[in-house]
C-alpha cells in the first residue's frame, strides 16, 4: 500500500478476480451490518445500502481509469528515455547536447503530446500491466500537499481498522468464555444485558476479562508488527473457507428459525439517529479502493473489468442485504449484539455445541490472522511518508519508533473501548469517506488533466470511467465533504444530549 511499482505476479481469469474482490470486500464490517440495519430501521438502511453500493462502485471505477493512466505515463516516459539514449549515442557533439536532454527531459515528458507513440499503437498504451498502488499514484498525480494528505486518511483509515480488529477478538473471546461458566452457558445471545462490571469468573469482571484478552492478543500477536509478514495462499484458502462457511452457516439458521415462527424481530421502518453508525459500517463494508491495484492488475483480460466490478457490487448488495434482513427479523433489536455471530452461541438457536463456538469464535480466527498484515502495511505507510530521497533511518527509529507508532495507539483505543458498532462507523464516517470517495475523485480529475497535457486532447483512456462527465466527480466530492459535516454535526449533538 505504501510501495511503489511491483511486479504483476501470476495472471488470473476475470472471474477468479470477481471472486477475490468479492472476498475482500465482504470482510468484518458485515458482521456489524445487522445491528446497524436493526438501529436505523430497514427502508433507510436498504436505500442508504444500495446508494453507497453505487457510490463506491463509481469511484472504484475512477481508480481503475487512474491505474490506466499511471501505467500509461510510465510507459511513455520509458520509451522517451529510450529515444533520448539512442540520440545521445548517434549525437557526433555527445556531451553537451546529452546534457540538455537530461535537464530538460522530464519537462518535455510533462508537455508535449506523443504523436509518435499514438500511431505506434494508442490501444495499448493505457494497458494495465504493471501493479501501482495508490500511494504511487497519489505521488504521480498530486502535489506535496495531496500526498500527505494521502498518506494522512491512509494511515488513519489503518489505525482504525487495527483498533477494530483488536477489540473484536478480546470481544469474542470475552462472551464465549464469562458465558460457558456459572448459570449463563448458553445466554450469550438470550438477550440478557451483561454489565462490563458483572462477574465473568469468581472476582474477575467481564471488563478485566476483556482486558486479559486483548494484553494476550497483544503479546501475541503484536511483534509481527516488528518484523515482515505474509499471507501465504494458503492461509487466504483457509480463511476465505472459515469466512463463508460462518456467514452461510448464520444466513441458513436465521431462515430456518423464521420458517418455524421462532422469529422474534420487528424492525422499525426508520430511525434517523442510528443512520450515523449505519453510514459508517456501510462505507467501511465496501472498502477495497486501498486495494484495487493488487486485485485488477494481474487479471489476464480487462476489456470488460467495469462490467465484472459491477456484477461484484450486486452480488455484495444482495448479500448484505439477505444477511442484514434475516438478522433483524430473526431476532428482536435489543438483542442482536455488535458482533453478529455472538448471536448464535445460544443454546435455543443452535443445539450444537461445535457450531456455537466455531460461530462464536470465528473472528478470533479471522482476525488474528489479518492483524500482522494491517500492521506492518501502516508500518510502511509511516516510513513512506518521512522518507527522504536517498536518506537512511537509524536502526532505532527503522526496527523500535515506527513499529512502536504503529501498534501502541489502536491497543490504547481498544483498551478505552470495545464498542465495535462506534469503532467501525467512525472508522467508515471519516477515514473511510476519504479514501472510498474524496481520493478516488481527485485521481480522477489529476489524471485525466495529466493525461490530455501529455498525449493530447484527442487521446481516450481505454479504461475510462462510465461516469467520465465531469459532473460525477463534482458530485462525489460535495458527497464526501457533505459527510464529514454530517457525521460531525450527528456526534456534537448526540454528545450535547447527554
Known sequence: MAGGITDTGELYSPYVGLVYMFNLIVGTGALTMPKAFATAGWLVSLVLLMFLGFMSYMTTTFVVEAMA?????????RMEKRKEDDEDEDSSSGV???????????????TRPILSVQRRGSANIFEITERIEM???????????????????????????????????????????????????????????YNDTDKCWGPIRRIDAYRLY????????GPFTFFNVQKTKYLQIMTSLMRWI????????????????QAEGHPSMAQLSGIRNLFG???????????????ITPISKKKH????????????????SLLSFTAIYCFRNDTLMDMYTLNFTNCEIINVAFIRYFLGLFPVFTISTNFPIIAVTLRNNWKTLFHREGGTYPWVVDRIVFP??????????????????????????????????LIPAFLAYCSRKDTQLVFGSGTVNKHLSPFRHSFWIVFVLIWGFSCFVFVTANIVLSESKL
Open 214 to 221: 486483548l494484553a494476550a492478543f497483544t503479546l501475541l500477536l
Open 404 to 437: 512502536a507508532i504503529t501498534l501502541i495507539p489502536p491497543v490504547l483505543v481498544a483498551f478505552c473501548t470495545h464498542d465495535l458498532e462506534s469503532l467501525v462507523g467512525i472508522t467508515g464516517a471519516y477515514a473511510g469517506n476519504g479514501i472510498q470517495y
Open 96 to 110: 553537451s547536447d546529452s546534457d540538455v536532454l537530461l535537464q530538460d527531459g522530464y519537462e518535455r515528458a510533462e
Open 246 to 261: 460462518a456467514f452461510i452457516l448464520m444466513i441458513i439458521l436465521a431462515l430456518i428459525r423464521i420458517s418455524r415462527g
Open 69 to 77: 493512466a499511471a501505467n500509461a505515463q510510465l510507459r511513455w516516459k
Open 135 to 193: 500511494g504511487q499514484m497519489a505521488s504521480m498525480f498530486f502535489n506535496k500537499v495531496g500526498v500527505n494528505l494521502f498518506y494522512f486518511c491512509i494511515i488513519i483509515y489503518l489505525y482504525g481498522d487495527l483498533a477494530i480488529y483488536a477489540a473484536a477478538v478480546p470481544v469474542s473471546l470475552m462472551q464465549v468464555t464469562c458465558s460457558v461458566t456459572g448459570n449463563h452457558s448458553c445466554s450469550v445471545g438470550d438477550g440478557t444485558k
Open 281 to 295: 459500517v456501510c462505507v467501511y463494508s465496501f472498502m477495497c479502493q486501498h486495494s484495487l491495484p493488487s486485485l
Open 305 to 320: 473489468v467495469n462490467k465484472l466490478v459491477l456484477l461484484d457490487y450486486i452480488l455484495i448488495l444482495a448479500f448484505y
